[in-house]
Each structure stands twice: as C-alpha cells, then as structure tokens.
C-alpha cells in the first residue's frame, strides 16, 4: 500500500463510521486514559520491586494494592475499553448496516467507566477482594457486568442482523469476546462473591477466570482487530485462511483450561495442572495457524503493520514459552519467580496491547474522517512501547533466573536475593519508563485528533446552510 | 459459521464444558472435604482459625500481601521449600478448610508464610513480626498507616512496640499496634499446615519399587 501509514485512504472510508464517531471515541479515549494511568502504576510497581520502601507509607499504593490497582487499570481500563471499541466497530462494518442501539454503547461506557473508578478507589482504601485478577471489590461487579451488556450491546445487533450470508475471522473473535465475558464473569461471580465456594476451590475458581479474561474475552478482540486490519494494511489475502476456524475453535474450547500452570505442585487436585500441558500443546495448533495467517506482516510497512508484528513475534513466542513452562519439570524453577511476570508482561505489553495499538491507529482516522495529528508522536510511541517492551520482558527474565538460582537452589536470605537482583530490576524499572513516555505520546495525539475532529464539527454546525448546499 | 445458533451454542457449550470441568468438577471433589478427627489426641484437624486470626486475613487480603508471598509448601523433592524450613510435608487441599479466602499466592519475591508459628530455628514473635511491620526492612516495606504513635497517658499500652534506635519514637510517646496490625499478627501466627493427614503423607513409590530393584 502506498499511502502513508497514518492517513485513511479516500477509498476505504465507510458511509457507517459517521454515525458511530463519537461513541467509538469515547470508547478509544477512555481506553487510553487507563492506559497511562496503568503505565503510571506499572512504573510505581516496577520501582517497589528494586527500592521496596518507596511510597510503601502511603497505604493506598503499598505494592500489594499498586499491583492490583495497576492489573484492573491495565485489563478492564485499557484493555477493555479499546478491544470494545474495536469490536463494535468491526462487527459494524463487517455486518454491513451502521451501528444501531449506539446509545446503549454510549451509556454503557460511561457506567463502565465509573464503576472501574469506583472500583480502583475501592482498591486504593482496602475493599479488594483478594482474588488474583479479579480484586475489583465486590458493589462493582455486576455492575460492571451490566455497563458491558450494555456497551456490547450494538455489536451483537450487528452480528445477528449482518447482511451477507459468509462471515469473516475478525467477526467470529469479536462476537464470540462480546458474548463470552457476560457468560463467564456472571459465572465466576456466582461462585467466588454471592456463594462462596470453600477453601482452594475458590482459588482454581479465581485462576480459571483470570485465564478466560485474556483467552475468551480480551484476546479474541484483540486479533479480531489484527484479522481485520492486516489484509487491509498489506493489501493482500490472509495466506492460509482457511484454517482460521482451527485457531478461533482451538482457542475458544481450550483457551480457559491452561490456568493450572500456576498452581503446579499447590494444594489443588493434581488433574488441573496436567490438564493445562494438554491445552498448551493443543494451543500450539492455535500460534501455528495465527503465525500462518498473519505472516505477511513480517514484511513490515505502515506504522500499524510495525505494531502487528511486533505483536504477532510476541504472541506466538508466548505462546511457545508458556507451554515449555507448563511442563513440571521446568516449573520448578520459573514458578513463583519473576519469569512468571515476564511472560505475562509478554503477552499483555507485548501482544494483547500491540494488536490493540495496531487496531487503533487504523481505526481512528476512518472514524474521525481525519488523519492522525501529530503522526511523529504515533510512531514516537511505537518506536517507545517496543523498546519498553524488549527491555521489561528481557530484564524480568533476566531477574527469573537469577532468582531461581538463589530461591531454589540455595538457603540465601530474601534481602539478599533482592540486592542481587537490583541490576535487572532497575532495567524494567527503565523499560515500564519508556512505555509511560510512548504511552502519554499517544493520548497527546489522540487528544489533539479528538480536538480538531471537534472543532471541525463544531464549524459545520455553525454553518449548517453552506454544509447543506 | 453460517449457522448463527449454532456458532452462539458452541461458544456457550465450549465455556460450559470449561467451567463445569474445572470449576464444578473440583468442587465435586474437594467440596465435601471434612476436619479430620484424630483418635490419638481427640481433636479434629485443622482446626479454625481463633477470631482474631480469622478477621486478620482480611487485612492479609486487602493489603495485597499475596503479590510477594505464598501460602502453600510444595512437596519434599519438588523446589527447597523443605529445607529453606518452610514446612516439612507438601500443603493440601484440607489445610485451607476454614480459610474464608485462601491466599495460596504465585510469586515468592518474600518467604512463604504457612507454618510461621513453627520455624526452625527459631520462629518469629508477635513482637518481631510487629517490629517488622512497622519498621520494614531491606527487603520488605514498612506498614507505618498500621501502627498509632501517640502519648503514654498513664500507663503504657500492652500493644506498644518495643522499638529501638532510630525508629523509636520519642520519649514520652509510644507506637502501639491497631486493631488491623493485631489481627494481621494473629493471622501469620496461625495458619500452619502442621497435622499429617493421611493425604498428605508423600506417596510411598520407593518402598513399592523396591521389591522390584531387588530382584
């Protein structure tokens, strides 16, 4: 493709986008605004783990609570509002009538948005409930629930009323995430907050659902936006496009069942762990068949395809890197050190949020009817969120060996384990930096994209006799 | 794909399956577990937690400690948990019984904190794990927002720290534990996995292979 990575070809402009500008930019902003909050967090995080004394004073970001507020900003805050976005606008063009019901989108993002504040201040001053991935205290979670029936609301209209008999990969990740997250959350809601199961129960309950937050609900948004946007971006067909059913099913049948890879050797039935080795070799089905699909992307090109490479290398290596970690013999010596966190800064910085930038660069000048304002800060905060990336992931994996070493295989004592791992832990601590500078680069562009889309709105109201002539 | 029913059934039929495999089934097999009576010393194990200790763990857990510590000592022969002390037999589903949320954790940035009560060589007192936490130290943080200074008014608290150099507070004052930090403190002190149930004993492979190696 010829034109430049940051400009919405005349050609490819849909007569839906106009009606559906505003509600998906709320969506889009509010997604970004978490996300340097998140960044803001991870960094404060990332400083706790070298210099463990640092605001731990301040009882609302004593490390334990930071990384909660820094998890729920970064999944349900980021994540959440921009793979909706996507989505929603996906199935809307995909389905081939403009969005409808987008008031309920509209307020649904904003109880969405509440509720998450809500929640992160009910983190900050000790109500969170304590599960791994689901501290959010327990008043907002149905609401939460609700806001996204809500917000998912125009997309299943969408889906159910498409105009074309054949359906595309990119609609099946985005309908099944919308339809999924109400499914299992309410589910897992049910057996964890209104009638709690007993004892480590609640715990392989907690885990399942955190997996099936990334694998059913985030993920599959996430690469409903790389199915939809990579062909538009090459300009070619997806080579091996027929196998994206294998993938989609694969991930949809067992992408929930590999979270026994953190409870290998805990106090819980010995099946679950075995059961997540089965998945994750099956899962190698779903990489192989993303890698074939996606490949054409390894070529490079726009700023958009620059960030769906990145995130295809990164998913795809997580993926490989997760499944040799399930095994027993090598969790012995990566469970419960900063290799864990690694591979999850992997697969969320690296691909889950790649995808989503990708997604969003591509999506947003076609819904504003603009270019990119400041296309330097765009690829600014590519060049930063990569570089933040590499740098955290290879600095935790750094700090996982090292700590295996004097965790396992030695009596050393913790303090001295910590002064040890000082060098790598500085090194993320500068990666999580890069990733909040790239990422306060986007929000300023976005912003000023925002600003003047508005402006020009705001110009052809005034002038509504000259727009109509 | 073309069949939209039978795409949303799928979807719904593969998470069913998940859930109910994982979720229920565990359920179905841990769900009914009961304390274990002891003929040999008349009490049923574990036993519950006292109140004091039962209301601790929800500071445990809304301080996030779980995102440095664990919970749970994996078997002899699987990681050092044994020799670092941390207990001498593998954690089972029975010890978190009367645990309202178990916070089994998944990341060891600090020790692991079943059998705290029970250390070798020497455990913690409340007092050391009370200067710990308010102190910290260079491996942990403080938790000064749990601790009160204020005058001695008469007589000095019974939950007063006793506290030396630099962080003593000034003649006159005290730093007494809260109610939270007094809980917090019970709680550490309690959960152990102490009792040797009958599924925790470890598996006795070598005395059944040994027939065998000796022929």
């Not at chain 1, 605001?55 to 970001?61: E, Q």
């Not at chain 1, 008043?139 to 008999?165: D, H, I, T």
């Not at chain 2, 994982?22 to 577990?33: D, N």
Request: glycine letters at 10%; one cysteine or more; a positive charge.
């Amino acid at each position: 493709m010829s034109t430049p990575p940051t400009q919405a070809s005349a050609a490819d402009a849909s007569p839906f986008d106009g009606g559906a500008r505003w509600p998906l930019t709320l969506l889009a902003g509010s997604a970004l605004v978490w996300l340097v909050v998140g960044s803001l967090l991870a960094l404060l995080t990332g400083i706790q783990l070298h210099t463990p004394s640092f605001l731990a004073d301040c009882s609302a970001f004593t490390h334990g609570r930071a990384q909660a507020l820094r998890e729920t900003a970064f999944l349900y805050g980021w994540a959440g509002n921009a793979g909706v976005g996507l989505g929603l606008w996906i199935l809307g063009r995909l389905g081939g009538h403009p969005l409808r019901a987008l008031n309920w989108a509209v307020v649904g993002t904003v109880f969405w948005n509440l509720a998450l504040l809500g929640g992160m201040v009910g983190i900050a001053t000790g109500s969170m409930t304590g599960f791994a991935g689901l501290q959010l205290p327990r008043a907002v979670q149905p609401v939460l629930v609700a806001a996204f029936c809500a917000m998912a609301l125009p997309g299943v209209l969408a889906w159910a009323g498409r105009k074309r008999e054949g359906t595309y990969a990119a609609q099946w990740y985005a309908a099944a995430a919308l339809f999924l997250l109400p499914w299992f959350w309410t589910a897992t809601q049910a057996v964890l907050l209104w009638s709690p199961l007993r004892g480590v129960v609640q715990t392989i309950a907690a885990s399942w659902h955190a997996q099936s937050v990334v694998a059913l609900w985030l993920m599959p948004l996430a690469l409903a936006a790389a199915y939809y946007v990579i062909p538009k971006q090459t300009g070619k067909l997806l080579p091996g496009y027929e196998s994206a059913p294998l993938a989609f099913w694969t991930l949809i049948v067992v992408g929930g069942w590999s979270f026994g890879r953190h409870l290998i050797g805990g106090p819980v039935p010995a099946w679950i762990p075995t059961m997540a080795v089965v998945a994750q070799c099956l899962l190698l089905f779903h990489f192989l068949v993303i890698w074939l699909n996606f490949r054409g992307v390894l070529a490079g090109g726009s700023v958009t395809l620059q960030y769906m490479r990145f995130g295809l290398v990164a998913y795809v290596l997580t993926g490989l890197a997760e499944t040799i970690a399930s095994f027993r013999g090598v969790a012995v010596h990566t469970q419960f050190t900063l290799f864990g966190p690694a591979l999850e800064t992997l697969l969320l910085q690296g691909a889950l949020s790649m995808f989503l930038f990708g997604g969003l660069v591509h999506q947003l000048p076609r819904v504003t009817g603009r270019d990119w304002a400041l296309p330097s800060f765009v690829s600014g905060h590519s060049s930063l969120v990569m570089l933040g990336v590499v740098v955290s992931v290879l600095s935790l994996g750094w700090a996982g060996f090292a700590q295996d070493a004097l965790l396992n295989h030695s009596q050393t004592p913790f303090a001295e384990i910590l002064a040890q791992l000082k060098m790598p832990l500085l090194l993320h601590t500068a990666g999580q930096f890069a990733l909040l500078a790239g990422n306060v680069l986007l929000l300023v562009a976005f912003l000023r994209s925002a600003l003047s889309c508005c402006q020009a709105e705001g110009a052809s109201v005034l002038r509504p006799a000259s727009s109509a002539s | 794909m073309k069949n939209r029913p039978l795409f949303l059934f799928g979807l719904f039929l593969a998470v069913l399956t998940s859930w109910a495999g994982f979720v229920l089934g565990s359920h179905g097999q841990l769900g009914a577990l009961t304390p274990f009576f002891d003929e040999a010393d008349g009490q049923s194990h574990p036993a519950r937690l006292p109140g004091l200790a039962a209301r601790g763990q929800l500071v445990y857990a809304d301080l996030g400690c779980a995102a440095c510590h664990t919970q749970q000592v994996r078997r002899p022969g699987y990681g050092n948990d044994q020799a670092r002390g941390w207990g001498e037999r593998q954690s089972v589903a029975r010890d978190y019984l009367f645990h309202a949320q178990p916070q089994l954790g998944a990341s060891r940035l600090g020790p692991d904190l079943m059998n705290l009560a029970s250390r070798k060589p020497q455990a913690p007192s409340a007092e050391d794990l009370h200067r710990l936490l308010y102190t910290g130290s260079a491996a942990h943080p403080a938790f000064p927002f749990l601790y009160e200074t204020r005058e001695i008014a008469g007589e000095a608290s019974r939950h007063a720290v006793r506290l030396s150099g630099a962080a003593a507070p000034k003649a006159g004052s005290e730093v007494v534990a809260t109610e939270r930090a007094q809980t917090l403190v019970a709680y550490l002190l309690n959960v152990n996995s102490g009792f040797e149930y009958p599924e925790a004993r470890p598996l006795p492979a070598k005395s059944a292979a040994s027939p065998e190696a000796k022929k």
